[in-house]
C-alpha cells in the first residue's frame, strides 16, 4: 500500500501501462463491505468505482 507520503510516479506509470494494455471485464467494489457491487461484461469498462476498496479482473487486449 501506498503512503501519503510515498513518491507515486512508479505506480501511476504501472497504472497506466495496465490500463494501456488490459481492458477491465469484472469489479467488486467494496462501498458496503457486507454487500459489494458486482459488475461484469460491457459495464465494466466504463465503471468508476465508489469504495475505496475494490476488485478489477482485467483482460490483455489483443
Known amino acids: 500500500m501506498l503512503r501519503a507520503d510515498s513518491n507515486q510516479g512508479f ?7 495496465v490500463m494501456e ?12 463491505v457486507n454487500n459489494p457491487t ?11 468505482p465508489r469504495g475505496s476498496s475494490y476488485i478489477m479482473v482485467m483482460k490483455r487486449k489483443n
Open 11 to 17: 505506480y501511476q506509470n504501472a497504472y497506466r501501462w
Open 21 to 32: 494494455n488490459y481492458s477491465p471485464i469484472a469489479w467488486a467494489d467494496y462501498d458496503e
Open 38 to 48: 458486482i459488475v461484469t461484461d460491457a459495464a465494466a469498462s466504463t465503471y468508476k
